[in-house]
């Protein structure tokens, strides 16, 4: 191991809506990071989130920026801003770590990590869900053997849309958002961290309805426009070989397939939601009729939303973080390779490629469970 970070870091959140509260309910339970301010464009927000956190500042974005105390920018935009937001913090000489996806597009995101690189500060991204048990006991899994050589996995979600329950759910329906962008990077980083990067892809994607209605809060009953598409599919080949098939959907009511399953010649797993931490890992060896839960054998256990922030403050300089930017890249020019294959009708290459992030032991909690979201 290198040098460690400064620890514990003290972290500046900008963006205090709707999942700025799963990362308050888990700060307590960090011991590698503190945070001391908080910021917002909508500045009255920050103030009235930072009246409720003793000790903790808001402050303009700007401010926020260059505040010496800030070691690290947590970075709780919407998609369009995340970029923006990244080189910001970047150009201070800050840390990032942002909500997914990295940034709206593969040329936002590689400006920022070529920033980071610049000026020799870590770039980490959501999700962190991936470091709970249930990815990575499905991965040593796989690393043991358990299935025999991977050759197939699916990986499903349906869900009717969240402007069923999101107060300002327009950035689901822009470019950056929609089912693939929004929850393809629990999904695909779950894939990645299991079965390794990812080759070339085809995509097929529908664009069902030109409008969506708010469902809750102060705008309930107003439309908003849809300008991406809401039903995305593709097949992800694996540099390994194997076949990732993918279905991401706000088109539907809901689905009973497994969140992901993963074949391999001697048998099958079930991996748990990977928009959650935890779960059961089950297993099928061929010839058996049972389904075997395996015990959890690695991953943060008890963890919750901000375990990644956590995990990259106790990376050593030089080192890329579990939860790092260059697996978020990879995941996001995955996403936008199956969108630009189901409107050109043809394979996409991808050109980037990340290392598995290194595997998590099983490591007891350093965040309450009761804070899990
Ligand atoms: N809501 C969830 O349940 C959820 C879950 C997981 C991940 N996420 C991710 O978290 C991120 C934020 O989602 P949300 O639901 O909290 O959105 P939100 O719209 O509720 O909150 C975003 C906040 O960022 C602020 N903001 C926007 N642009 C800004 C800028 N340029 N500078 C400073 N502040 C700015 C807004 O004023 C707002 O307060 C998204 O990337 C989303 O994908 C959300």
């Not at 307590?28 to 945070?35: G, I, S």
Request: aromatic share 4%; charged share 15%.
């Amino acid at each position: 191991m290198g040098q460690s970070l400064n620890t514990p870091m003290n972290i500046g959140i900008v963006g205090c809506g709707q999942i700025v509260r799963a990362y308050l309910a888990t700060f307590p339970a960090l011991d590698a990071v503190r945070l001391v301010a908080v910021a917002d464009i909508d500045t009255a927000r920050a103030q009235s989130l930072a009246d409720e956190l003793p000790g903790v500042r808001a402050m303009s974005v700007e401010a926020l920026m260059s505040d010496a105390e800030v070691d690290l920018v947590l970075n709780l935009t919407i998609p369009a801003a995340h970029a923006q937001v990244a080189l910001a913090a970047i150009a201070a000489g800050k840390h990032v770590y942002g909500e997914k996806p990295l940034a709206a597009t593969t040329a936002e995101a590689r400006k920022v990590l070529e920033a980071a690189t610049a000026a020799g500060v870590i770039v980490g991204c959501a999700p962190d869900t991936v470091l709970g048990t249930g990815t990575q006991t499905a991965r040593k899994a796989i690393d043991d053997g358990l299935i025999g050589r991977p050759v197939a996995a699916t990986a499903t979600m349906v869900v009717p849309g969240h402007e069923r329950w999101h107060p300002n759910p327009d950035f689901y329906y822009t470019p950056g958002g929609g089912p693939l962008l929004d929850m393809g990077p629990y999904y695909i980083s779950s894939l990645v961290t299991l079965l390794g990067p990812v080759a070339s892809v085809i995509g097929a994607a529908s664009h069902t309805r030109s409008e969506r209605t708010i469902g809750t809060g102060p705008r309930a009953g107003e439309t908003i426009p849809v300008t991406t598409d809401t039903h995305v599919t593709g097949v992800l080949v694996h540099e390994s070989g194997a076949l990732s098939t993918l279905v991401m959907s706000f088109d539907g009511a809901a689905t009973q397939a497994a969140n992901i399953e993963i074949h391999g010649e001697k048998g099958s797993l079930i991996v748990p939601d990977p928009n959650t931490f935890a779960g059961s890992v089950r297993l099928r060896i061929v010839g058996s009729t049972e389904w075997e839960t395996l015990p959890d054998s690695a991953g943060y256990s008890g963890a919750s939303r901000g375990v990644g922030l956590n995990d990259l403050a106790l990376t050593s300089v030089g080192q890329e973080p579990r939860a790092g930017g260059r697996l978020a890249f990879h995941v996001l020019e995955i996403m936008e390779s199956v969108l630009e294959s189901a409107h050109s009708s043809r394979a996409v290459q991808i050109a980037s490629s990340c290392d598995r992030p290194p595997a998590v032991p099983l490591t007891q909690p350093t965040v309450h469970a009761d804070a899990a979201n």
